[in-house]
Structure formats: structure tokens, C-alpha cells
């Protein structure tokens, strides 16, 4: 039962290595019988070297040095005491000839690959001497040795090749994985220490009316004042849970920000920055402008400006637009240039996996990827309905 699962598993794992275990296995099996159907009076002998060459056979993919050498010496060895009779055995020659120069040629260190080369060209020769009868057999054990060593070789060392390339893949993919991770990461960081700021202004206004109100009272209002009293305290309260719950995301002994934060107003700040940069921009808005929300508000913006960043590192020479356009219920935007179209091109760069998490935090849906004609192409859209 165990031999089965083993062999279920290498199936389902390293088929390569299951086919090496069924050759060597098939070549010790041969060549046992080989020599066990000899009539030689040092059979005993010969079965003993034969038990040693076949229990190496299979270890010749583990040790593919020393496992041939070991097989190789203890044929030879059979060649020693009979060589008469182990001149009709096929499965001897065939072992030293073709399969072990295979096995060492596929040795990681290229010295000792061609130190087996060397040692499996002379264990031929020697064996080969004792029937050779001209030049020529000489040179076709040679051959024989050399083409089995060298497409082992170019083999193992194609294989090795592919090898690398799949792990160097898999560890690319890895780090991409891991630098998106990071991205994300830093986007939340960053939008949290901006919705810190946002909501921190909007519950301290909060409080400082309660208070105002409360001192307004007049001296009977006393359950009217111990209610503000109450929205004044939660209101402090949740300031201070929510620097905490920020201070988290931080980086350790950073301190809240409460500079304005941009948004729409300023967009076009935005575009004369990027122009300064070297991106020519067009603005062009539709429909009637309106106050939002902080948070949707600060979102746009980021959009737009992550968007023409990616513009102005990828996109080449170029020429971009901005298209806002206010809906009744949603705000969209189009940030497109016809630039290259590379870099984020499809749509999985870091920039826009912030921007993706920014955006669904309102409820909104961005898309990207290549424009008609050229270029690259950002669309988001922003339900304004449900904010108000």
C-alpha cells in the first residue's frame, strides 16, 4: 500500500523522477536475470556485484555521481571474473554504455559531469579491450558513451534552465503580490489619515456647537443641557477613539494631521502642477457644480490626480483631459491621454489598486485600460444620491 501511495504521489508530482524509478528499476530486475541465467562457476559472485550495480541503479537520480560510479565498478567487476561469460550478457553493456553516462552528465557541478564523462569513457574502454578486435570498436563504445553523456547533458542543463526561469517567475509573482499587499496597505494608511482629518473637523464643529448651544440655555432647560452635555462628551470621546484607532495605521510616533485636505475646488491647482511638469491637460467640465461630501469629495480628487501621475510616468510624450461631468445622482470622471499605453496599462498597477480601494469605500466603480486611438483611458463614477 505504501509502494501504491508512492507512487500516486510522484505521479501526481514529479512524474520525471517516477519514470527514472520504473528504468532503473526495470534495467536492475535485467540485469539479475542476466546474470543469474549465467552458467559460470563464480555465479555466486557475479550475483553479488549484480545485487550491488542494481541497488544503485535507483539512487542514480539522488547521487548522480557516486550511485554510477559504484554500478559501474561492480560490472566491471563481473567482466573481471568472466568475461567470457559476460560477453553475451546485453543488459551489462547496455547500463555502462547508454543509461550511466546519462546519470552523470545531469550533475548540478559541471566539473565532476565531465570528470564522469572521463571515468565512464575509460571504465568502456577497459571493459571493451578485453573483446574489441579493432580500432573501430574501440571508437563506437566511445561514441556510444559520449552521445548518451551529452544528451544528458544538454538535457539536464535545459531542464535546469526552465527550472530557473519558473522559480525566477513564481518569485516575481511573489513580489508583485507582496508590493501590491504593501500598496494597499499604504493606500488605507493614507486615506484613513485623511478621513481622520475629515471627520475629525466635522465632529470637533459638532461638539463646539453643542457646547454653544448648551450655554445659550436658559436655567430650567435642565434636561436640554445634560443632552448637549452628552453629545459634548461623546463627541470628545469619539475624537479621542478615533486618533487612537488612526494612530494605528500609522506609522509608529507620527502625530494627526489636520491640514485642509483638497478636493474639487482645487482641481485646478492639480492641472497647473501637472502642466508644470511637462503634461499638456485639458479640463472640461458638464453639468452644474455643487458641494460634496468631504470624503467623496477628497476621493475625486485623488482619482484625477493618481490618474495624470500615471500619465506623466508612463505615457511618454502626450497630451491629456480631464472630463468632469455632474449628474444629478453621481459624479464622473474621465482622465484619458494618447500617450503609451504600458506601464498600468493593464489596469493591476499599484496606483490604481489605490485608487480602486478609495473609490469602493463610497460605493463606486472605477475602469481603466487602453483608449480608442491610442492612449489610456481612467473612468470612475461616484453615487453622490445615497451622500446626501
Known amino acids: 500500500m505504501l509502494l501504491v501511495q508512492r507512487i500516486r504521489e510522484l505521479w501526481r508530482t514529479d512524474r520525471g523522477r517516477l519514470a ?3 528504468v532503473t528499476v526495470s534495467l536492475a530486475v535485467f540485469l539479475i536475470v542476466e546474470i543469474a541465467i549465467l552458467d559460470s562457476e563464480h555465479r555466486g ?6 545485487l550491488v550495480a542494481a541497488a544503485a541503479l535507483p539512487f542514480t537520480r539522488a547521487y548522480p555521481f557516486v550511485a554510477p560510479i559504484v554500478t559501474a565498478l561492480a560490472v566491471a567487476g563481473t567482466l573481471v571474473f568472466e568475461p567470457e561469460a559476460m560477453r553475451d550478457a546485453n543488459s551489462p553493456f547496455f547500463v555502462v554504455v547508454l543509461f550511466l553516462p546519462w546519470c552523470m552528465a545531469t550533475y548540478n557541478e559541471r566539473p565532476r559531469a565531465i570528470a564522469g564523462l572521463v571515468f565512464m569513457e575509460a571504465v568502456g574502454i577497459w571493459a571493451n579491450a578485453r573483446f574489441a578486435e579493432t580500432v573501430v570498436d574501440y571508437v563506437w563504445v566511445a561514441a556510444f558513451i559520449g552521445v548518451s553523456w551529452a544528451t544528458g547533458f544538454i538535457l539536464s542543463r535545459r531542464s535546469e534552465r526552465a527550472r530557473e526561469l519558473a522559480e525566477r517567475a513564481a518569485r516575481l509573482e511573489r513580489e508583485q503580490l507582496e508590493a501590491a499587499e504593501r500598496a494597499v496597505a499604504g493606500e488605507r494608511q493614507r486615506i484613513a489619515r485623511e478621513l481622520h482629518d475629515v471627520i475629525a473637523h466635522s465632529v470637533s464643529v459638532m461638539t463646539v456647537q453643542a457646547g454653544a448651544v448648551r450655554r445659550l440655555l436658559l436655567p430650567e432647560q435642565e434636561r436640554e443641557r445634560q443632552a448637549l452635555e452628552a453629545v459634548e462628551a461623546t463627541g470628545r470621546e469619539a475624537l479621542t477613539e478615533m486618533r487612537r484607532l488612526v494612530g494605528l495605521l500609522r506609522d509608529k510616533g507620527t502625530m494627526p494631521d489636520f491640514a485642509p485636505q483638497p478636493g474639487m475646488e482645487t482641481i485646478d491647482t492639480l492641472l497647473d502642477g501637472v502642466r508644470a511638469a511637462g503634461l499638456p491637460v485639458d479640463l472640461e467640465i458638464e453639468g452644474e457644480s455643487r458641494e460634496l461630501p468631504p470624503g467623496v469629495d ?7 490626480q493618481e490618474a495624470l501621475t500615471n500619465a506623466l510616468k508612463y505615457a511618454g510624450p502626450a497630451h491629456a483631459w480631464v472630463e468632469v461631468h455632474w449628474l444629478p445622482d453621481a459624479l ?8 503609451r499605453s504600458d506601464g498600468d496599462g493593464d489596469g493591476s498597477g499599484h496606483g490604481l489598486t489605490g485608487m480602486r480601494e478609495r473609490v469602493s469605500l463610497y460605493g463606486g466603480e472605477i475602469e481603466s485600460g487602453p483608449r480608442d486611438g491610442g492612449g489610456y483611458v481612467v473612468r470612475a463614477r461616484l453615487p453622490l444620491e445615497k451622500m446626501s
Open 20 to 22: 527514472h524509478y520504473i
Open 298 to 304: 477628497l476621493a475625486a480628487y485623488r482619482v484625477v
Open 332 to 339: 464622473e470622471l474621465e482622465i484619458a491621454n494618447d500617450g
Open 45 to 50: 559472485t557475479l550475483l553479488l556485484l549484480g
